[in-house]
């Protein structure tokens, strides 16, 4: 169908699931990863040797390719605005790129547009003093580098001051009792938007991981809409072209508030590849290559959780239960073909797709009580 040359600047697990949906419809994924045995490499991608920091390394890779997009946001986008310069297509453009990895620069960025986000107040992080200027607790973010709760730091009261991260950022609101939402959002380079539906995330406390994507969110429809409402406008203020996950709250009182905005694929979507008309590395795909995005409906309830390394082990990937999963219809489970494994290591995922959700919660919880992912050595304490 397609000989389209795609080059991703990163090997992960978003990698290797695009590269899977990359593969199927003739296409060539490149993904630039040190690791040979990465994801991407493992699920089907042609494999580049390099670091995602290193300008020449990126430049290597889009020699090869007709586009280049990102596994995860963490590269070097200063490289890639480069290649921008020189006219090699990147989505998402990089000035988005920049903008977006910078959680300060969004924050302002949805305050300048009335999106409504949690009051917020830039932090360097240095006294203690200024930890306290949107109350207790304080909620400090990292303005970069952070991800899966790594740049957030949860602070009770004056006397945890200690526990503060010594980064620029900002201190924000605490959200009381909200649940989060996610909106996925695919926008192309003519400024057409699909957004599937709403979905509700609860998370692992352990690693502030997610631990049960729920899709759809069990909320109003009128609170969906305006979720996805809420999402587009976002995306659109930052004039961004591709797939992008927007995480917000609802408080108990209704309201919504846009937490943050991933640039790329995102952990809360993996259920649209089982459970709607177009999966999030499908429209990938569509945007990378100018297709016209397709329609997003879901047509399953769906529950997806996250398959997280077993604590009390490391070492090489063991996966008990496999079978039975494989054997359950409606059960879907996805490996990312890491080698190693250490406790709450990202190593998997699965989706569950049902008539109802509280049919698909079932499956799920018991899928999760049949499967074991694990290093093979006991981890001595
Ligand atoms: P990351 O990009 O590292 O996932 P987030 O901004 O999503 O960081 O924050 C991680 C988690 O911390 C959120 O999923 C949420 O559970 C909690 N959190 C973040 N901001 C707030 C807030 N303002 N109030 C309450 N909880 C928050």
Redesign the pocket.
Known sequence: MTETKIGIVGGGQLAGLLAEEVVRLGGHLYSLDPNPECPAAKMGAIYVKGDRHSEADIRALADLVDVITVDLEDVNVDALAKLSEDGIPVIPDPKTLAQLTNKLYQKEVFRANNLPT?PFTPYDGESADGLASQGWPA?Q?AAEG???????A?IKGPEDAEKRLRVPGFV????HG?L?LSVMVARDALGHVKTWDTTEME?DDRG?LLAYLIAPARIPDETAAKARDLATRAIEAFNGVGIFGV?LFLTPEGELLI??IAPRTHNSGHYTIDACATSQFRQQFNVLTGKPLEETTQHSASVMFNLLGEEGFEGKTVVDGLDTLLETPGVHPYLYGKKSCFPLRKMGHVTVVANSLEEAQALADKAKSQIVIRGDKRIKS
Do not use: M
């Open positions: 949690s909620v973010k952070g991800y899966d709760g790594r740049g957030v949860i924000e609101a605490f959200v909200a989060e998370f502030n995480e937490n943050e």
